[in-house]
């Protein structure tokens, strides 16, 4: 076990949360909310096998996996759906990377992602991508080993390896996002 300098601990921690709140302000809030009737649409499957367990509440998709459900479209190797209402209440897609995206709103560009496990908690709207998770729209990204966004709460969160010769998170903010949130703000005051 390697002993951390005084403060370290500290300085990650804030570092951490800078880039939790710098995530929040570069996936916008369209990110995590879809077309208002996606929801209510229903689920078309398409795959070289599928096994439904009635008892277990629970049935795999393999080989070719293609899922739509209103603007969400998932491309996968394996999608297993979770049924312990009458919905599907999870739903995790695999794959060498498993693919997702969504049309957030009308008016706004694709959100894509891609991770080679990609989960997603209906009851807690919530989507979970991990192993070299990637999330972008519209020029921005964001990429680490875990990234989790809650859409009702709008937050971003997204992980690396906590190791010496981890994997760090990688955020892309587009040009265009620095100057929309400086015209925002007003000029930069000189001192």
Known sequence: ?????????????????????????????????????????PIRITADTAIRDEKQGVTVYNGNVHMIQ???????????????????DKIIAEGKPARMEQKPAVDEPLVRARAEIIEYYKLEDRVHLKVNAHIDQDGASVTGDSIEYFIAEQLVKADSE???????????????????DNAANGPAQSK
């Open 162 to 180: 906590q190791t010496p010769d981890g994997k760090r998170v990688q955020v892309v903010i587009p040009p265009n996002v620095v100057r929309e």
């Open 1 to 41: 076990m390697s002993k951390q300098k005084p403060g370290e601990r500290e300085r990650r921690l804030s570092r951490q949360v800078c880039m939790l709140a710098l995530l929040a302000s570069l996936l916008p809030a369209v990110i995590a909310q879809a077309l208002p009737d996606d929801r209510d649409q």
């Open 70 to 88: 209103g603007s969400l479209d998932i491309l996968a190797d394996t999608i297993t759906i979770y049924h312990e209402t009458d919905q599907a």
